[in-house]
């Protein structure tokens, strides 16, 4: 052989084991395994990712015949030997017994310029993860199924009065007394915690006393300041202050005649106007500031508050006169954590209220409303109407599922086991109290008038606790 020859021919071998390191580099960089045999059947190759799915090893296959490992019991089938017979593509499923995985193989024939059978290319995909995560999904499917259907047996329980969604027998007391009242024109006070739905009772009472055609005012006593909630109220006539309007101005007592004036947070109204407020109900007259004139009223008035107004009365920081002039029907709503089966349903009614308001059509899933039927919500119906519309905006996909929920959520107060130490079980419960009502109003002042405690009290017991820094 000549030198020339000699040389074409190792550059010839040098290039077919270059293209056959790079094929088997290929074949090892798939992340399905592929497993070749070939036109008898006969093993020739698997790549890495093969023995990985499998278990099997390439030196455990490899020079044997298909039919051969299907004896010994190394398959259960042969996709290749299918391929062989029918000479066409087949996709079988299978369970390799050493793995216990479930995977998709695929043979495909591979013919030659004759005809001929050449080789038996498969492709092995392991399925398992997929059949898991399918079987997960028809158990969410069965999850939903049932609690649509729950969902729609308790739709079929409650009374639905406007925003009023409950099934509890407290709330169903609470709306019954407020029924019956709002046949008469007596003075209503409503209490409860802040959030549990004061206004929408009002609303309720109007409505079924006075009817949507008589107006409703509302005055929140807290959010004004004091210097303005008389002009507010009772109005003023011209001249009154520097500032006023020339033409002076109606309050909302004048405002509300013939129908319902709500004063919430009653509680924070100052002295001075409390006196004026008094004889504004006992007289139904009323007299704008820097009038002399006055002026006859028929308003309904329903007041509430988040606070203890008999507490307050005994330390002096109410009226009693106007306490038991307000009294005449009191009304109680309980927290949300003391009627946990309204929680589903008002959680249901969020999720159509924020899914109609931004165009989604997000679901809840049961173990959510689980987890937020637990929460002991001290921040009421307001926090949970919150919470919903946090998971809606901010959920991705159309399921709601536990991940969503606000590690804050987590935690339940529970009471003290019995066995406890009394002392421990105060403090406990004293932390716990100041703890939340601090988080809800912010300050000190706030929380201890909330509280029914003074300020140093109240700042002296969150030192206490490590709820506030101590700077002296």
């Not at 109606?250 to 919430?264: H, I, K, M, R």
């Not at 403090?427 to 929380?447: H, I, R």
Request: charge should be neutral; include cysteine; charged fraction near 25%.
């Amino acid at each position: 052989m000549k030198q020339s020859e000699t040389a074409d021919r190792s550059i010839e071998i040098g290039f077919v084991r270059g293209l056959i390191t790079e094929l088997e580099a290929i074949i090892n960089s798939s992340y399905d395994g592929i497993f070749i045999t070939d036109g008898g059947g006969i093993v020739l190759r698997v790549n890495e990712a093969y023995e990985r799915i499998t278990g099997i090893k390439a030196n455990e296959v490899i020079g044997k015949s298909m039919a051969s490992l299907v004896s010994e019991g190394v398959f259960d089938q042969s996709v290749t030997l299918i391929v062989m017979e029918k000479r066409e593509s087949v996709t079988i499923s299978q369970t390799v017994q050493r793995s216990n995985k479930q995977i998709l193989v695929t043979g495909n024939p591979i013919f030659n310029e004759r005809g001929r059978l050449f080789r038996v290319v498969t492709n092995v995909r392991d399925v398992t993860e997929l059949n898991q995560l399918e079987k997960r999904l028809c158990k969410t499917r069965e999850e939903r199924l049932k609690y649509q259907t729950e969902v729609s047996h308790l739709r079929s329980l409650h009374i639905k009065e406007s925003d009023l969604i409950y099934r509890s027998r407290a709330m169903a007391s609470v709306l019954e007394l407020a029924a019956k009242v709002a046949e008469v024109n007596s003075t209503v006070l409503i209490t409860g915690e802040s959030g549990t739905g004061k206004e929408l009772v009002a609303k309720f009472i109007h409505k079924h006393g006075k009817g949507d055609k008589y107006p409703f005012i509302k005055i929140n006593c807290g959010a004004i300041p004091e210097n303005l909630l008389e002009s507010e109220l009772f109005g003023y006539d011209r001249g009154a202050f520097t500032g006023a309007k020339k033409e002076g101005k109606p309050g909302l007592f004048e405002l509300a005649n013939n129908g319902t004036l709500f004063l919430d947070e009653i509680g924070e109204m100052p002295p001075f106007l409390q006196v004026k407020l008094l004889r504004a109900i006992q007289d139904r007259t009323i007299t704008r500031v820097g009038g002399v004139e006055p002026i006859k009223i028929d308003v309904r008035i329903v007041a509430a508050t988040h606070r203890n107004l008999a507490q307050m009365v005994k330390e002096g920081n109410f009226r009693e006169d106007l306490y038991y002039r307000l009294m005449v029907v009191p009304i109680h709503i309980s927290p949300l954590r003391e009627r946990a089966e309204d929680i589903p349903l008002l959680v249901v009614h969020f999720m159509d209220k924020f899914n109609q308001r931004f165009g989604f059509y997000k679901t809840i899933l049961p173990d959510v409303i689980d987890r937020l039927t637990e929460y002991s919500w001290p921040g009421n119906v307001r926090e949970l109407e919150n919470v919903i519309e946090r998971l809606v905006v901010t959920t991705p996909g159309d399921e709601i599922d536990s991940t969503a929920v606000p590690a804050s959520l987590a935690n339940k107060q529970t009471l003290p086991k019995p066995g406890a130490k009394l002392r421990e079980a105060v403090e406990s419960t004293e932390k716990y109290l100041l703890a939340s009502t601090l988080k809800e109003y912010g300050t000190l002042q706030l929380a201890a008038n909330v509280l029914g405690i003074d300020r140093s009290t109240c700042f002296r017991k969150a030192v206490k606790y490590g709820l506030v820094a101590n700077n002296n």
